[in-house]
T-cell receptor, first 111, second 115 residues
Framework: QQQVKQSPQSLIVQKGGISIINCAYENTAFDYFPWYQQFPGKGPALLIA?????SEKKEGRFTISFNKSAKQFSLHIMDSQPGDSATYFC??????????FGTGTRLQVFP | NAGVMQNPRHLVRRRGQEARLRCSPM?????VYWYRQLPEEGLKFMVY????????ESGMPKERFSAEFPKEGPSILRIQQVVRGDSAAYFCASSPGTGGSTEAFFGQGTRLTVV
């Protein structure tokens, strides 16, 4: 019930391509869905987040798509760049409670 | 405005020793979360503290692990009698309290290696 399932585990994309990472959850009490970016040796940094009252949120090249009925949300990175190479984590929380993280996706963008 | 400060950044302990990890929250933040990240895995919640109060310790192992956030000074995550399986990156996040995890910022982490 408390799990957040993330896929794929790793992703290789060519520069300029679209990177898509998917997450699914079970707990309908979750009301906050952030995505974090983590570079090696660093802490996770908040990238973008969404609430379940909207189906999409866009910030620059990063877009979250949210499907409440399917209990799924995804991160799209448009025009992927080598500097985007990092590990991406989805997460969820209920009522500002602790974050439940997915297992991470290692993204590599090749020139 | 300094971010969340964790120290040490790297810690090596022999099996059976004690490990103390410190977390200084951002200025104005009175809430701290601790998470553990095992190699190639996501972050797992351990404990949520407010100054002088443990709010949620549902993710803490029952033995050897403890956490505190005193009125003055950093939050401390203490691991007694460390074992190899404790080797991981430990992250803390702080928030001002009102928004909970939605306003949390993470530190750079402490990488604990047990030899």
């Amino acid at each position: 019930q408390q799990q957040v399932k993330q896929s794929p585990q790793s992703l290789i994309v060519q520069k300029g391509g679209i990177s898509i990472i998917n997450c699914a959850y079970e707990n309908t009490a979750f009301d906050y869905f952030p995505w974090y970016q983590q570079f090696p040796g660093k802490g996770p940094a908040l990238l973008i987040a969404i609430r379940p009252d909207v189906s999409e949120k866009k910030e620059g090249r990063f877009t979250i798509s949210f499907n409440k009925s399917a209990k799924q949300f995804s991160l799209h990175i448009m025009d992927s760049q080598p500097g985007d190479s990092a590990t991406y984590f989805c997460a969820a929380s209920a009522n500002t409670d602790k974050l439940i993280f997915g297992t991470g996706t290692r993204l590599q963008v090749f020139p | 405005n300094a971010g969340v400060m964790q120290n040490p950044r790297h810690l090596v302990r022999r099996r059976g020793q004690e490990a103390r990890l410190r977390c200084s929250p951002m200025k104005g933040h009175s809430h701290v979360y601790w998470y553990r990240q095992l190699p190639e895995e996501g972050l797992k919640f351990m404990v949520y503290l407010q100054k002088e109060n443990i709010i949620d310790e549902s993710g803490m192992p029952k033995e050897r692990f403890s956490a505190e956030f005193p009125k003055e000074g950093p939050s401390i995550l203490r691991i007694q009698q460390v074992v190899r399986g404790d080797s991981a990156a430990y992250f803390c996040a702080s928030s001002p309290g009102t928004g909970g995890s939605t306003e949390a910022f993470f530190g750079q982490g402490t990488r604990l290696t047990v030899v």
